[in-house]
Each structure stands twice: as C-alpha cells, then as structure tokens.
C-alpha cells in the first residue's frame, strides 16, 4: 500500500472541499474525477477536454489570395429537366410510381 495523507475537508460557498497535501504533485486547477465506491472514494485525473474547432483560422487562412465570397446573383440557377421528372424514364426504374 502506498503513503497514507491526511485530508481536511471545510466549506467553501454552497460546497465543501477537500483540501489535498501539495505532496501528492497535483497541478493547481487540473480537473479530476470523483467516484463513490463501497470502501469509499477514488479520485484520478480528468481526460483532457477535446480540442475544439476554430473557425476564425480558417477565414483568415486566404487574406490576400484574391478569394471573395460568392455574390448573391450567383447563387441563383436555372431550372433544368431532371431525369426522374421524365414519364417513360420512371415507368422503366419506378414502377408502382
């Protein structure tokens, strides 16, 4: 069995805390995980948050390559015959349609 620390616990707000010796090398604002278990309690370290996307690197990322955003006239498209729209074409690969 490993060393034995002792612990206080006091109030802090709405909450108590536990107060753990400096001995045991934990990194001041590091975020751990608290498990209630039958003989007590088990405390280990948290995973690392996940990294999350920014997407202000990316619209920065063609300052000065002469990239602009597309024009609202541009986003307009002419109607077109689409293929299942013909009769003799759906009779063939939709029949009961």
């Known amino acids: 069995m490993g ?4 612990a206080k616990v006091f109030k ?4 108590l805390a536990l107060r753990l010796p400096k001995e045991l090398g934990m990194v001041e604002g590091s975020t751990m995980v608290l498990r209630e278990e039958r003989a007590g ?5 948290a995973e690392p948050a996940k990294r ?3 997407i202000d690197k990316v619209w920065g990322c063609a300052v000065g390559s002469g990239l602009q955003f597309i024009k609202d006239e541009d986003r307009l498209f002419e109607e077109r015959p689409l293929l299942w729209d013909d009769p ?4 063939k690969h939709m029949p009961g349609a």
């Open 3 to 6: 060393k034995e620390y002792r």
């Open 52 to 54: 999350k996307f920014n």
């Open 12 to 15: 802090s707000g709405n909450s």
């Open 88 to 91: 003799e074409w759906r009779a």
């Open 41 to 45: 309690f088990h405390v280990e370290p």
